[in-house]
């Protein structure tokens, strides 16, 4: 029967800990959220900020949605708020050490895309090591930087537009980020500039029971556009591990803004993320969301559109493997403009008791004429004991909206089956091709390697789900 | 000659009902056989159970494929042997292109022996020869494609699967002249290129007859074959229509 991906995760490796040059003490207190600072050398509007957000954190309750029984079971006093594997950022990949080195191997970056990507920051525990940037992204002006680095060497741009997006008062898990974030990426594009190739950022959880907290502030200034690309994968560990970012995409008039994501956390992973984007005049926004791993996601990226004829767009997949695995994800979308327009699109697929939940917002505020949105929900789940829930939430406080909203739940129809074994296709594949066909809206928007890799991690998935 | 197909008192459940009762058809090796009837008549049950479709369940009887007995093999195990079926109505896979269906399925079938470049221009001579736009390739199966595409696509597929036996299930419904006429010659060209080649054509309408030539035609009333005759009789059952075997099956009860 399945093997739970558990018990054979390919990714499911660590390296000895005996590297790490700092390591926060369990459980959080003003005294680390001030030590994190300190370590940092920030300046003091964003110590001030993190106490704040601690005070707020304390505060705040628990949501009461979602997966609330998982979410109770989070111990934060049982977390290291921060972990720092080496002193400084490389400068070359030489520099890198052997051991990361190793480390990037087994995760399998392809050798091509160091030459073909603009830039690699990958991102090893709570700091980023590694940074390169091309030569010719630096002439465009295009700033890519980690997080940290971009509060030291770019302030006025990040004190311009850091929380505007998402304050530390959203919910618990932002307020968190906002205490103790570390790492993520900062990117800035200048009006007028596209970049071209992607660019992408590797993230990985290393320490057992430690918390990681990027943060992650995207700037595409007036008519330009940008696809960043963050996708994770995280070894295996006995105890839960929480993982709660925060992303924050601005689109000034006219830009354009494309963020992809796919996590494949192991399974003991809490993955609570709060990714939001305000799209202004005539701006495009588009999350591409693909939920792989962990124990518990939640996440529902947002996009704000505040300015006319700004554009939308949501493609969110999720699958729920397992009855230790439940994906809470879905999309909002906010019409605050008239003449603005929206697409959801979001595909399901659980099996073998795993739940896979659609929970999505779509807000049409008065004054917002001439508002068009699609939204569509597909689930297909793959046998009995799985299981599959829409929450969908509609806000509409304008009239002549046009909305379209369609849900689908199926599972895999003997028929087709039946169709595509007639031409000598063996059951596991039939099944393996109506999956990865269900998927293909998403897949088919990805750079050629991630398509390959998400192709890749489905099959192994599916592997002995075949009764 | 030993039969290329052998079906032999053939009995067929769904869900617990018999559908057919007892059929005996025998096809060699080269031949063209006919089968018409009406509409719920049980053709689509016959050709279905041929192919190994898991809800028919043969409650009695043998089916017998170049000499072996396939009453238990698996759909896909059965278009290995050489059999393929061409669907009444065939289903959309959405997100699966025409192209990697069609190289999945080679590949299940003949081992990894062609190069996808290979594959690729051998797909479009087949897709000329239909002619069905190149960029069908790259569109998801059947998925919005319409009644006379759906059919031509099945006849590619045929074509590119290269099998020993061929069902075709009404591989002319919902076709207009022209198309009918490009499907008929497509089937006859594949068929002069593999003379050993077995059909079973399953249609309503002797039109296509006058194309694809039979050697003999059976007439399925109710669940069983109860006239066979040559090609002549599809055309008796063109002016006289299907009523007086119906009846005479009637009376015979
Ligand atoms: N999957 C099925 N489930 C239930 N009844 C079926 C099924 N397939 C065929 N039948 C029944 O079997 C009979 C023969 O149908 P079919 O084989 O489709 O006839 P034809 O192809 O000659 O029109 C009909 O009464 C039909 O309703
Ligand atoms: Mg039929």
Sequence with gaps: MATELNNDYKYGFHDSEENYTFKSGRGLTREIVLSISKMKNEPQWMTDFRLKSLEIFYKKPMPKWGNTKLLNEIDFENIFYYVKSTEKQEKSWEDVPKEIKNTFDRLGIPEAERKFLAGVSAQYESEVIYHSLREDLKKLGVIFLDMDSGLREHPEIVKKYFATIIPSEDNKFAALNSAVWSGGSFIYVPPHTNVEIPLQAYFRINTENMGQFERTLIIADEGSSVHYIEGCTAPTYSSDSLHSAVVELIALKGAKIRYTTIQNWSKNVYNLVTKRAVAHENAVVEWLDGNMGSKLTMKYPSIYLVGEHAHGEVVSVALASGSDQHQDAGAKIIHAAPNTTSVITSKSISRNGGRASYRGLLKVHKGATNVKSTIKCDALMLDERSRSDTYPTMEIDEKGVQIEHEATVSKIEDEKLFYLMSRGISEEQAKLMIVNGFMEVFVKELPMEYAVELNRLIELEMEGSIG | ?253
Excluded at chain 2, 14 to 23: F, M, P, R
Excluded at chain 2, 27 to 35: P, S
Excluded at chain 2, 60 to 70: L, S
């Design chain 2, 1 to 253: 000659m030993d039969a290329l197909l052998k079906i032999e008192n053939l009995h067929i459940e769904i869900d617990g009902k018999e559908i057919l009762h007892g059929v005996n058809l025998s096809i060699n090796t080269g031949e063209v056989h006919a089968l018409m009837g009406r509409n719920g008549s049980g053709k689509s049950t016959l050709s279905n159970t041929l192919m190994g479709h898991p809800a028919y369940k043969v409650s009695k009887g043998q089916i017998t494929f170049n000499g072996t007995t396939i009453n238990n093999l698996k759909s896909n195990e059965r278009a290995k042997l050489g059999l393929f079926l061409g669907f009444q109505y065939p289903l959309s896979i959405p997100g699966v292109t025409v192209a990697s269906f069609l190289r999945q399925a080679n590949k299940a079938l003949k081992g990894d022996a062609v190069s996808p470049k290979e594959f690729r221009k051998l797909l479009y001579e087949k897709m000329d020869d239909l002619e069905i736009d190149h960029a069908f390739a790259t569109r998801y199966i059947n998925d919005g494609f319409s009644g006379g595409e759906k059919k031509r696509m099945e006849i590619l597929q045929m074509a590119m699967l290269e099998p020993k036996f061929v069902i075709l299930d009404e591989p002319d419904s919902g076709l207009d002249i022209d198309s009918l006429k490009l499907v008929a010659d497509s089937i006859n060209k594949f068929k002069t290129r593999n003379p050993q080649l077995g059909i079973l054509l399953v249609t309503h309408y002797q039109r296509i007859l006058d194309y694809v030539k039979p050697n003999k035609v059976h007439v399925f009333v109710d669940g069983n074959i109860v006239e066979s005759g040559g090609p002549e009789l599809a055309l008796e059952l063109e002016k006289k229509g299907y009523d007086w075997l119906v009846q005479r099956e009637e009376v015979r009860k």
